[in-house]
């Protein structure tokens, strides 16, 4: 179909490879499933203590909740999902063509141009929007901005909310994301996973941690999250009432290793389209990233103070030289 990137051409080569000798990838659809913390945000009115504390053992120990009665309305969200299905279906030479919706050069993403083993290949195309490119969307596309702009609304907001109440835990300063996470600098990404007739050799997007302070994600009926937990991979079933919270990269550093950035990825499906919508919350690019220590157990600090543009810079070299992030460990002392 002519709405579909060329993924299989693109491809080729790796997949051939992959035929001659290329090392064989575990089962991915043998994960087994696992049950996220599911943490109703209603609490936090009625049982606020007991609510923060379920937060924070979860950023602890899963990197990963789901938030129930969180703002978003399943109306918001379905029109969101009809608006990304008709964008996605356009004709790909559409899709590719310069200031596709009035947007930034290269708001429209397919694949990875730089992978060089399955591993890293992505059977996904992707609009990766920042904040402020949302009002410049064309006009023939205002349902999908009005929709666009429900959803980064109240995600900006649930994100400040968490980000805060996780702060308070680690003693940071309660203006700390105010001040370096102005509105404009978080981004939104809409993700289409196409059928994919290789689902165990590619995957629809390649392991990988989030270059965030949080990222919130919902995803469809479809499935194919999967999260790594002490060695293992899982399933995370979706739930179409519920909103997925993982902790990123920069919350990592900032708690000195007390919450955890996980790695995750999605498994191609052979018979089914997939659609996810992710709002990645981040601050400006010239916020400092310092590690809190605690003064309690007099931890030593983990990082070297980095700024986010350093952050982001390092992460588009590796990804050029490698066809990977290689993310924190860059910045370790």
């Not at 089914?272 to 919350?281: D, G, T």
């Amino acid at each position: 179909m002519d709405q579909e990137p060329p993924l299989q051409q693109t491809y080729k080569t790796l997949l051939h490879n992959s035929s001659l000798g290329e090392p064989k990838k575990e089962n991915i659809f043998m994960a087994e499933e696992c049950d996220l913390p599911l943490i109703d945000l209603s609490q936090l009115n009625a049982q606020r203590d007991k609510c923060i504390k379920l937060i924070a053992q979860a950023a602890r120990e899963w990197g990963f909740f789901q938030v129930l009665n969180h703002g978003i309305s399943q109306e918001v969200l379905k029109i969101l999902k009809d608006e990304q299905m008709k964008v996605f279906h356009l004709p790909f030479q559409k899709k590719i063509e310069d200031n596709f919706l009035n947007l930034s050069a290269n708001s429209y993403r397919w694949g990875n141009s730089k992978a060089t083993s399955l591993k890293q290949v992505l059977w996904s195309e992707a609009l990766h929007l920042s904040l402020a490119d949302i009002s410049r969307m064309d006009e023939c596309k205002s349902t999908l901005r009005s929709a666009i702009e429900a959803f980064v609304t109240v995600a900006g907001s649930l994100a400040q909310s968490l980000a805060e109440i996780l702060s308070q835990i680690l003693g940071i300063k309660s203006t700390y994301f105010q001040e370096n996470c102005p509105p404009n600098t978080s981004y939104l990404r809409l993700n289409r996973y196409p059928p994919c007739p290789f689902p165990s050799k590619a995957f629809g997007f390649m392991p990988h941690t989030d270059s965030s302070f949080l990222t919130i994600l919902h995803q469809d009926h479809v499935g194919g999250l999967q999260l790594l937990k002490d060695g293992k991979w899982f399933r995370v079933k979706p739930n179409p009432q519920a909103l997925v919270i993982n902790i990123g990269d920069l919350f990592q550093a900032l708690s000195n290793d007390s919450f955890k950035s996980i790695k995750h990825r999605v498994v191609s499906s052979e018979e089914i389209e997939r659609f996810s919508v992710a709002y990645f919350y981040c601050p400006s690019n010239d916020a400092v990233i310092q590690s809190c220590c605690s003064t309690k157990r007099l931890l030593p600090g983990v990082y070297k103070h980095f700024s986010f543009r350093e952050y982001q810079q390092q992460v588009r070299k590796d990804v050029e030289a490698t066809g990977d992030k290689v993310g924190l460990s860059r910045f370790l002392l």
